[in-house]
């Protein structure tokens, strides 16, 4: 039977460690909070992977604005995902889309395929996208295992509608993780409109950078 989880979005090395000793089952390694994350460097990430026995997923994402990549920022991308590969990484997190706000199929086609066999997350440039069921079904043909979404609202409260309504449309073809502005306070009222599922959170509770370990536990406590 499926079970609820917690992945922990972490934008430097001691919130990685705080997230495994605190008891997450899954960690998205990022940098730059301040641009809603951004590709870690690669030191960073053998860092992390030196230390971590849970699972450790990459968010492949140049820069930070938009989800509509130039030729160069999409052979970064490949190469960052070539690189991070060797480096024993379980899976990855990105999105790409159109300038007409629609999910591009064959880029993120591209990027799934070099990917393979690790998992791929399609990350929150879904919360951009026009048309919630063309866009659902775009990002399931594209090859992705999961998506990242707050609902397309500015957090997983305020998106919680549309998160009940992908989720329903995916059934089950594809991992919905409500992410966000998830924190202990509100897991509650998510944990009983979804089926379970992954969870994401930063953790974060303070005007800093790194995971508290006390919110992860409680985020723990719920699921």
Not at 31 to 59: D, F
Not at 85 to 109: A, T
Not at 123 to 140: C, M, N, P, Q, S
């Amino acid at each position: 039977m499926k079970k609820n989880q917690l992945e922990i979005a972490c934008f430097n090395f001691e919130s990685a460690i705080i997230a495994q000793e605190s008891g997450a089952d899954r960690i998205e390694l990022c940098e730059n909070m301040q641009l809603g994350g951004t590709t870690p460097n690669a030191v960073l990430a053998v860092r992390v992977r030196e230390k971590l026995s849970i699972k450790m997923h990459v968010i492949i994402r140049p820069r930070g604005g938009d989800f509509v990549y130039s030729d160069e920022d999409f052979v970064e991308m490949k190469q960052d995902i070539k690189h991070f590969k060797k480096l024993g990484v379980d899976g990855f997190v990105f999105g790409i889309l159109n300038s007409d706000k629609s999910v591009n199929k064959k880029q993120n086609q591209e990027l799934v395929s070099l990917a393979s066999p690790l998992s791929c997350t399609f990350h929150r440039a879904f919360d951009e996208v026009k048309e919630i069921e063309t866009g659902l079904e775009d990002v399931i043909d594209c090859g992705f295992k999961t998506i990242l979404t707050s609902g397309r609202g500015k957090n997983v409260e305020e998106g919680i509608t549309d998160l009940e309504l992908i989720q329903k449309l995916a059934q089950d073809r594809i991992e919905i993780m409500p992410g966000g502005g998830l924190r202990s306070s509100n897991i509650k009222l998510l944990q009983e409109k979804l089926t379970p599922t992954f969870f994401h959170s930063s953790a974060i509770t303070d005007n800093t950078e790194t995971a508290n370990p006390e919110e992860i536990k409680e985020l723990r406590n719920f699921l």
